[in-house]
């Protein structure tokens, strides 16, 4: 078995909700939904996170920053993602790259993606190329497609160093 290389894969799915802030990668998203969740719901960052533990075995995101816990209360993902970044560490991989695609109905977030490109960037420290965002609605179909739910999905491949 090849250790040089671990994948790991990760889904997140929020509730929306009016009167709350959306947030993907980072950024706020201007729109009058955002994410029913213990921290500030940012689907995308969740799914990085659950990508980044499965790839080193490491359980979930709930195992390490549970939803009872209230030092997460309304916490910004950002700030888990620096901590899941420090939990990663002695583990010794960097990141090759990581795929992710965020699906929601609305709004559109064609404008928004290099913006949380970057965004995710600086803070895992790697350059664009290593880090596509895709986006889809859900064709109007579930709970996704009828604007009641945001979800997003994220493969990582790490490499050791």
Known sequence: MNENL??????????LVKNKKLFLGGVEISYNYG?????????????????????????????????NDMNFKNISSIELLKQTIEICKPFNY??????????????????HIE????????????SKDKLSIKAKTNEKLDSIG????????????LKKI
Not at 6 to 15: A, M, T, V, Y
Not at 53 to 59: E, V
Request: net charge negative; aromatic share 6%.
């Open 6 to 15: 671990r994948i790991g894969f990760g889904f997140d799915i929020h509730k």
């Open 35 to 67: 994410c029913m969740a213990h921290s500030d719901g940012d689907v995308l960052i969740h799914a990085l996170i659950d990508a980044m533990f499965g790839a080193l075995n490491l359980g979930d995101i709930g195992s390490h920053f549970p939803d």
């Open 94 to 111: 960097n990141i090759s790259n990581i795929d992710s695609t965020i699906i929601l109905q609305k709004p559109k977030l064609q404008h």
């Open 115 to 126: 913006i949380i490109q970057e965004n995710l960037c600086n803070v895992l420290n790697i």
């Open 146 to 157: 009828k604007g009641k739910a945001i979800s997003a999905y994220c493969i990582v491949l």
